[in-house]
């Protein structure tokens, strides 16, 4: 236990970081509370929206300590952001949960050994640095490189971490370890008339683990119409940072990349990873209180959009192949949400407007597809638990469609519903895609 | 906090995870949907059956600690606020559907049900359960039941009390009382299971319900008029009743209502209307139809800017949603939001909407109106800082000004929401001491040692009655 001048010392922090004005716009009403997977899970008004809000609040107030339960309390949220739109006085709850979490960051120095050094080795170690992760790429697996496994060993506490990571390991993809600039260059023109100029960012899980995925990108968005550039000044989105309460790091990484895009000068920055995409248009709140910013940053936010929400909306139609053998083999897919997307992003309806318009293709939506698969950053990682009973859940209402294939748009979702498939799927055929590599697949071989 | 030997008491009862007193439990148990409201309670009890309810309640009242029984903690009058400390008994795991009769169109529930779950299924058997209010997400049965809730339908099926057929509750001594049954009618005695509706948590804890199911409409069709006068909005609303029509629902939002829901749920209203209203008439394909083109006639008659159908099931169910959304929506406009829910006959419906601009304007506060107009409940809601302690007594004194002059047009301080904590000062107004009295004695002869939800509804002492000036 820290002792009670630390806590006090953190109670200071809390009180400089959180919006007050926030957290007392939260009127307690409720409506937020069926859209939160971890009060659906348990049951518990602590572990909603509106009791965690409430629990910043008597922090601030003196009328609770901000004590260790407290802090985990604040690690249980999965950040889905699902109590966003479900709030009509728009609460501004992602802000309250990040500006709370990085509070604790300050002060925790016994924090749970082992989280702060897997954090301190991804974060500062590897994530901002695209070398590293190319390397990382080459083969050799995450856990075992990042150091993550002798951490994980070093904790008897956690029993589920080993296993969890051993489950993880079998779901890893074949890494190319060659980003999407070693494989097309800087740029890419459009193919026909040309639409617009867009610049790819490729982030950092995605260009180590599914530098593939990241090639289709490109390949789509030129043959939609677009050139296409991949600056390579650009860097890690920062998002895990944020969540984690590292903000001055992620401050650093999003001025890096604002510049990079804002040189490479194109119309819009293409995300295809839900998690980097949600951070990228809140880069101008991530910035709000550096004023020589401020324009750069609300450009780069409102600029930044989702794959499909560009393909869609903005795109020629691209030329998918009619599928052979007529309607009885059409094949089934759901739809994932990617958190992120939707609820930061508001994007959930281009993806499935791509997957409905596709010849041979039948969409089935399986139950709560907007919530939380669990996987969430690295919560999978450091809340195994709640993670799994989620996966859990989340699988069920997967089988419960006799789906082919779950599409997501994200890599840590990928994972997650890769790890689902390998636990709890009914037909071990089907398979996770992204929805990058399924279009992208049924394109039209040109001739 | 409780003495350890009690605590273990209670976890021996329910299991060890289903008793809790850590400070995290108790501030997320300190309040409930009122402004300004905070009590911590000395810890918080999830008992999963009746039999678990009994014997904590006998528990309790050996020890005489008081208890406080909650669904969701919605509700906007402080009822589940433990203002004694005491224990929070929460009734969510209790949430079984025990029975849907199909031949008496009877469901019998468990009260931590939560209302939507259960209309869902009930629409999924091909029956109806009508009340539905705006809280209803989230909001329980059993809380429901206790605050004997409205909602958007209440004009024409009524409300929860029209509902309940019968009850199991747990007196505060921990013995177990049934009422009622799967029974169209019954007089054996006084009625408990209606005395029960709407007792706010102060006489039993209810454990189970007998629900009354109907069948549902065949056809709906929702229908919207804007105004550019919120009088001509309201007496329009009086005018359709003149005319003998019943719509299903009849709401009424004023001008910046409209904006903020606008706001939230991007609906694409003309957000310089001064008011609006939201018509849904159901029934038989040829009633619907002649009803909502009678509505029509009559909102054009009464000056009705703009009037337009819904063109499907979608956009009518969005602009339900939406409305159900208002209150919590006008917290966008100022920290704190605190609503009200005087009623009035439905005649007097134009002339309360007068009388509340008239106060909010003689007090310098702003107060926006929107509500179930229909039923002439309407939601006074006052948007301003609890920081800033003037403004507040300006508020509070508008709103005794506007209670005050419901009652003078024959109406009430509450017509949905109960009275709790915060209308408590107010409760003789509307029914003067002998009444009080009536009901403080009903509530003794229940729970002698006043441990069940203390504080509520009786007030210390009655608030002085403001003079109304007339004119
Ligand atoms: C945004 C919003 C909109 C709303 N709209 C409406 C509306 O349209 N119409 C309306 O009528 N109300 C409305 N309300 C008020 C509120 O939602 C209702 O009163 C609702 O019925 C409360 O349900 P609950 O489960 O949250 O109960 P709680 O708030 O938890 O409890 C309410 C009362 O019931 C008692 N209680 C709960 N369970 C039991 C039980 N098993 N046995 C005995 N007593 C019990 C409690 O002690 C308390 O006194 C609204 C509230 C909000 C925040
Ligand atoms: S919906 Fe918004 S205002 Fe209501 S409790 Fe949740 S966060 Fe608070
Ligand atoms: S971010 Fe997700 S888990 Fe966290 S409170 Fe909101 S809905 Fe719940």
Redesign the pocket.
Known sequence: MAKTTDREALRETLKIKLDYDQLTNCMRCGF?LP?????RETGLEA???RG?IALMKATVDGIMGPDVPFEEQMS?????????P?CPADVK??QL?EQARDAIEEHTTQHRGWVKGVRKLVFQGLFPHPKRMELLGKGLKLYQRSGLQTAVRKTNALKLLPKQLADMEKILPEATGKGVVKTLGTHVPAKGQKVGTVGMFRGCLMDAMFAETNRKTVELLSEAGFDVAIPEAQNCCGALHAHSGETAQAKELAKRNIRAFREAGVDAIISNAGGCGAILVEYDHLLHDEPQWREDAAWFASHTKDISTILWNEGRPLPFAEPVGGEAAAVRVTYQDS?HLK?VMKGGASPRSLLGALPGVELVEMKDAGS?CGS?GIYNITQPEMANRLLEKKMKDANGTAAHYIVTSNPGCLLQMKLGIERHASDKRMEAVHIVDFLHERMAARG | MLDNAIARQLRDIVGASWFKDDDQTRVAHSYDGTPMLQALPDGVIYPGSTEEVAAVMRVLHEHRIPVVSRGSGTNLCGGTVPIQGGIVMVMHRMNAIVEVDLQNLTATVQPGILTKAFTEHIESLGLFYPPDPSSMAISTIGGNIAECSGGLRGLKYGTTKDYVLGLEFVLASGEIVRTGGKLVKDVAGYDLTKLLVGSEGTLAIVTEATLKLVPPPKHKKTMLAMFSDVYDAARTVSKIIENRIIPATLELLDNPTIKVVNDYAKLGLPTDAAAMLLIEQDGELETVERDIELISGICREENATEVSIARNHEEALKLLTARRSAFTALARLRPTTILEDATVPRSKIADMVLAINRIAEKHRVQICTFGHAGDGNLHPTATTDARDTDEVHRVEEAFAEIFEAAIAFGGTITGEHGVGLVKSPYLEWKLGEPGVAVMQSIKAAFDPHNLLNPGKIFAKSARRRVVLERG
Do not use: Q
Not at chain 1, 35 to 39: D, K, N, S, V
């Open positions: 937020c859209a939160c997977p971890t009060f572990e909603s929206p965690r249980h949220c999965l950040g889905c952001r699902a109590c966003e479900a709850y992602g949960i958190c609820n939380c969430a």
